[in-house]
């Protein structure tokens, strides 16, 4: 602990820290039991005071200094000054580890800048690391390549509220044309045959089998369909917040902001089952149906054989409506009906 201290002591001091007197008695006593240590301290003195008279050597002192340093950083042998034993051996390395980087820095701009006494003197143009393929001294590329910006956060208000009608199958209850827009208000009867609507900013694909299906007047950031007879599955995009999709039934609503789910209303019978993600279920208590799990919307209690039936089908229906659905989503929908077409 008595050495670390005359260290960090004499370090300050070479710093150009002035030291307190209790602090030059301390450094005094221990250099007086230490004689090694004090010419430590010397060295240290002698070699600071050997940097601040550094003058900018002449030409051949500058080949001389440059010759030497390529040598060694090539690593060939330089002669090794003799060795002293135990304490002068940290001496040296302590001694060296300053002034020779010093030494070093003032040759370099010692050997690129310009002398003060011969203006017309040309800088050197070979560079010390042409030979030197592995050099360090070769600086590296920076990636300059600009940091990928955060998605926009979507707004409520940038839910589309007008869909298209993508798929047409069986006869409708009146005119209906692929590819019409569809928005509040509208009303869509197939009661034999299949109808897909679908929706950009966020995307939404709806599917739906003998039903009647009508899109409803929304709050800001929703859409909201009304389910009365059929099958309806919806595959979405995650939504923002604020945005919801919401299908309503006579029994109780189901919504949704990110999933695949189906609804089927039947008989007076209304069901829900979740394929992907959660949805909420209101009938009319708000309640989480997370994937593969099904309930029922309605108050009379059927036996546990007809539920298994009902929603083992219903499950069937909705996997066959959710490989449409993603086919209509990622386009793949229109290039098999043209493979149809020109088979």
């Known amino acids: ?90 001496v040296s390395r302590r001694v060296l580890a300053i002034a020779l980087p010093a030494l070093a820095a003032a040759a370099v701009l010692a050997v690129y800048w310009p002398s003060a006494q011969d203006s017309t003197a040309s800088l050197p143009t070979k560079s010390l690391t042409k030979d030197l393929p592995d050099s360090p001294l070769r600086a590296a590329p920076l990636d300059l390549a600009p940091t990928p910006a955060e998605p926009p956060r979507v707004s409520p208000e940038a839910v589309e509220i007008h869909g298209v009608l993508a798929l047409l199958e069986g006869e409708p209850d009146h005119t209906l044309a692929l590819g019409q827009l569809v928005g509040p208000g509208c009303a869509l009867a197939m009661p034999t045959g299949r109808i897909c609507l679908s929706w950009s900013e966020p995307k939404a694909v709806v599917c739906a089998d003998d039903a009647r299906v009508e899109i409803l007047d929304s709050p800001v950031g929703e859409r909201r369909l009304r389910l009365d007879e059929g099958i309806l599955l919806a595959d979405l995009d995650p939504l923002g917040p604020g945005q919801r999709f919401v299908v309503e039934t006579m029994l109780g609503t189901v919504s949704a902001v990110g999933t695949v789910f189906a609804v089927e209303v039947r008989d007076g019978e209304v069901r829900a089952l979740v394929i992907e993600g959660e949805v909420e279920i209101a009938d009319p208590d708000p309640q989480r149906l997370l994937p593969g799990r099904g309930r029922s919307l309605r108050s009379e209690v059927f036996s546990a054989g007809e539920e298994v039936t009902a929603f083992s089908e219903l499950q069937d229906h909705a996997n066959e409506l959710a490989a449409v659905a993603k086919a209509i989503s990622d386009g793949s929908w229109v290039d ?8």
């Open 1 to 90: 602990m008595t050495e670390a201290r005359w260290e960090a002591l004499i370090d300050r001091e070479a710093a150009g820290e002035s030291l307190s007197a209790e602090e030059r008695a301390f450094v005094a006593d221990y250099e007086r039991a230490h004689p090694e240590c004090a010419e430590e301290r010397e060295l240290w003195q002698r070699s600071l005071a050997a940097l601040g008279e550094h003058r900018l050597p002449d030409d051949e002192s500058l080949k001389l200094i440059s010759a030497q340093a390529l040598a060694q950083h090539r690593g060939e042998a330089l002669a090794a000054p003799p060795r002293r034993r135990s304490r002068a051996r940290s």
């Open 336 to 343: 098999a009906g043209q493979t149809d077409a020109g088979a």
